[in-house]
């Protein structure tokens, strides 16, 4: 069982925009950065979305993420196929003095 | 440009030890902000934080499995090692290394290709 929270599942056409919660608590999303990586089939995972909302040089700004209070979201407009994938929120618990993750989210691009 | 590569046994057996090396390049574990962590993820499931080294040797593991870990760091060989050990097959995963600037992103903005690690007898 995973600290945060996540759907299992998410599911939307070509060209929708799609969100993903992450829910947490106070001991670590309601106090610290939020990040958020997409896990390809067979590869490792990359780097979306950090301190919240920024993103990497390279990431498109398609992707976009937001917190508030012990939740955060990442959206994903403009989808594509490329775009089907695992997604996972990453965080540090300040009480476990642990970083933890999601148990992510799969996205279906229909 | 930064790179992170794992390397160990790609096959332990039950109550073994297993040592893993995150040979890495383009960067110094000595240089202030600078962490790396071992992140690893079971078959068909979900990321899980291990443990987590920073430039100033501070050192963090997960409350569940912290009687097992261990985490060093030679930065003369830029290589970070975890060692774990009573293996089990519930261990069988993908292990990870990444790597955190805090001072530029609290996220880890590069990752080893990972080093799948079977426990079978």
């Known amino acids: 069982q995973s600290v945060l929270t996540q759907p299992p599942s998410v599911s939307a056409a070509p060209g929708q925009k799609v969100t993903i919660s992450c829910s947490g608590s106070?001991?670590?999303?309601?106090?610290?950065?939020v990040s958020w990586y997409q896990q390809l089939p067979g590869t490792a995972p990359k780097l979306l979305i950090y301190?919240?909302?920024k993103r990497p040089s390279g990431i498109p700004d398609r992707f976009s993420g937001s917190k508030s209070g012990t939740s955060a979201t990442l959206g994903i407009t403009g989808l594509q196929t490329g775009d089907e994938a695992d997604y996972y929120c990453?965080?540090?618990?300040?009480?476990?003095?642990?970083?933890?993750f999601g148990g992510g989210t799969k996205l279906t691009v229909l | 440009q930064v790179t992170l590569k794992e390397s160990g046994p790609a096959l332990v057996k039950p109550t073994q030890t297993l040592t893993l090396t995150c040979t890495f390049s383009?960067?110094?574990?000595?240089?202030?902000?600078?962490?790396v962590s071992w992140i690893r993820q079971p078959p068909g499931k979900a990321l899980e934080w291990l443990a987590r080294?920073?430039?100033?040797?501070?050192?963090f593991y997960s409350t569940s499995l912290k009687t097992r870990l261990t985490i060093s760091k030679d930065t003369s060989k830029n290589q970070v090692v975890l060692t774990m050990t009573n293996m089990d097959p519930v261990d069988t995963a993908t292990y990870y290394c990444?790597?955190?600037?805090?001072?530029?992103?609290?996220?880890?903005?590069?990752w080893g290709q990972g080093t799948l690690v079977t426990v079978s007898s």
């Open positions: 990444a790597r955190r600037n805090y001072y530029d992103s609290s996220g880890y903005d590069y």
């Open positions: 383009g960067f110094s574990l000595s240089t202030s902000g600078m962490r």
């Open positions: 080294i920073d430039w100033d040797d501070d050192k």
């Open positions: 106070s001991s670590n999303i309601g106090n610290n950065y």
């Open positions: 301190d919240n909302n």
């Open positions: 990453g965080t540090w618990d300040s009480s476990l003095s642990a970083e933890v």
